[in-house]
């Protein structure tokens, strides 16, 4: 727990207690965790693995989120009493979880109310990537769509790598397609543009983006 930015300041002892109160559930790859609409039974930590955060809108998904290692969520239905879950959540890959219930989440962040800030900064975060992610579906082309997804994705799960910076999560195209709203084919298409082009290099199903820098001044001019 001590690798999670919501419990940076907090002491080896509270940090003890916490880990007390938690339970850890492993979870095989694609295996549900929650789906919107339900009660919020407790809080998410992920110890390992990979989540997506998705609405289903009976035709398709929506991938709203991807989490990793260090991320939590399922904070939202926790804090507003009277809500059930906004989204659904699913494994991407074999995941170990760290789960908070409810009444012990609500005790933790009552006697250490500064939790709730790193909760609410956090929470800020992903709005201002959701008001992107919107403004992006509604005003640009599927390739500059693709370009900004590419460059959420490096700030999000991006580590340095000898060709650029990796990607680190695995992403089926499907995934991607999920992400910005088109179809897999499209993303298919567009993969390939972008390796033949060299922006991008696929390895062992992870995206490594080149140059980041052209990546960068590209979305800036969009
Ligand atoms: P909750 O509504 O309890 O369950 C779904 C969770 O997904 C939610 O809490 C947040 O933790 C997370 N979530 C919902 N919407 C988004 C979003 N747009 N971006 C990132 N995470 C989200």
Request: with cysteine; hydrophobic share 40%.
């Amino acid at each position: 727990l001590r690798d999670f930015p919501l419990f940076e300041n907090l002491t080896d002892e509270h940090l003890a207690e916490i880990a007390e109160l938690c339970g850890t559930s492993e979870y095989a790859k694609g295996e549900s965790i929650f789906f919107e609409g339900d009660e919020g039974d407790g809080l998410y930590l992920i110890l390992s693995g990979v989540v997506q955060i998705y609405q289903d809108n009976h035709t398709r998904d929506v991938i709203l989120s991807i989490f990793r290692e260090g991320d939590f969520f399922g904070e939202m239905a926790l804090l507003q009493n009277e809500k059930v879950r906004s989204a659904s959540a699913r494994t991407i890959e074999k995941s170990t979880l760290c789960i908070l219930k409810k009444h012990h989440f609500l005790a933790l962040v009552q006697s250490r109310p500064e939790i709730l800030i790193g909760i609410l900064e956090t929470a800020l975060d992903r709005l201002r990537d959701a008001n992107k992610l919107i403004t992006d579906l509604t005003i640009l082309d599927v390739r500059k769509r693709m370009a900004r997804l590419l460059l959420r994705l490096t700030e999000q799960h991006g580590v340095p790598s000898a060709e650029g910076t990796l990607i680190d999560v695995k992403l089926t195209h499907q995934h991607l397609a999920d992400m910005m709203g088109t179809a897999r084919e499209t993303v298919t298409k567009l993969l390939l543009e972008l390796q033949n082009e060299q922006w991008i290099r696929i390895d062992r199903k992870k995206i490594i983006v080149c140059d980041m820098a052209r990546l960068r001044a590209t979305v800036d001019a969009m």
